[in-house]
């Protein structure tokens, strides 16, 4: 039997699988990663739409891009 945090990285991972099967259906329904970004940032906010302040949101938002940065930043060219 998983330990809590256990199941709180499976569940994790779960979500995240669905968010990048959701990524590619949105590559299709635009090419520019512009449009797809804002609507990932506006799902975002919906998320938390009358629990959080928007300011609320826009904190833990960077406070999640703090920790994936470093992940990301071996894996992607310069300047990407």
């Known amino acids: 039997m998983a330990t809590p945090t256990d199941q709180n990285f499976l ?8 968010a990048l099967e959701i990524v590619a259906a949105m590559r299709t329904a635009s090419p520019r ?16 739409k009358g629990s959080l302040p928007a300011e609320t949101v826009g904190a833990i938002v960077q406070g999640h891009l703090k920790q994936i940065i470093p992940h990301y930043a071996s894996k992607m060219p310069a300047g990407k």
Request: aromatic share 8%.
């Open 33 to 48: 990663a512009a449009d797809i970004e804002l609507a990932l940032l506006v799902a975002i906010f919906e998320l938390h």
């Open 11 to 18: 569940d994790y991972k779960t979500a995240e699988k669905k």
